[in-house]
């Protein structure tokens, strides 16, 4: 059974602050070996749902390099996770935070904007930090930024994922046994 639970965006956007700038040696670094920034928000997503998705291939999740869901790191499939589109759509009702894309204004601290070039192709994925009136600052890796002005981006869209709750599973089969066992493991 799954329940929902609140996304803790200020631990969130402690995670991203703490490491915008360096490295946290549970994870991979891909600075280098394809970029590192869908990697750094999915663990900062991470630090604000504690919750994975441990589907194969559709899933949202790590366990070591070599072990990994697609959406962990990929720009594209991390959206379409969290969005749950086209065959994300059969986990997107599973375990793990899921979001909707919003407009700018709508964004919130610990929500993810993702940029597109001129083409099209959407190719950097960034958290948002702090917001001070119209501004949005926003923390990264690959090109390492800690509360950064959206503005000194360049881009030639973005899209904001306002990440709406996680779902959470419950074991109810353990609830049944301590009732049933009127919370006495011996009986």
């Not at 995670?15 to 663990?43: E, H, K, M």
């Not at 001070?132 to 600052?137: A, F, L």
Request: with cysteine.
């Amino acid at each position: 059974m799954l329940i929902t639970k609140t996304y803790d965006r200020e631990r969130a956007v402690e995670y991203a602050l703490t490491w915008a700038l360096d490295r946290n040696p549970l994870f991979i670094d891909f600075t280098g070996i394809g970029g590192n920034c869908t990697n750094f928000v999915s663990q900062c997503v991470l630090a604000g749902s504690c919750t994975m998705n441990y589907t194969p291939d559709f899933g949202w999740y790590y366990v070591s390099p070599e072990e990994r869901a697609p959406a962990w790191s990929s720009v594209e499939f991390f959206y379409d996770f969290l969005t749950g589109r086209e065959s994300f759509a059969s986990v997107n009702g599973g375990a793990g935070p899921y979001a909707k894309e919003v407009l700018r204004e709508e964004a919130e601290i610990g929500d993810v904007v993702q940029y597109a070039n001129s083409e099209g192709d959407w190719y950097h994925t960034v958290i948002i930090t702090r917001i001070d009136g119209e501004e949005i600052y926003v923390s990264a890796q690959s090109d390492d930024a800690r509360d950064r002005p959206i503005s000194s981006y360049n881009f030639a869209s973005a899209r904001f994922l306002h990440i709406e709750g996680v779902r959470v599973a419950l074991d109810d089969d353990a609830c049944y046994e301590i009732l049933l066992n009127g919370g006495n493991e011996d009986r």
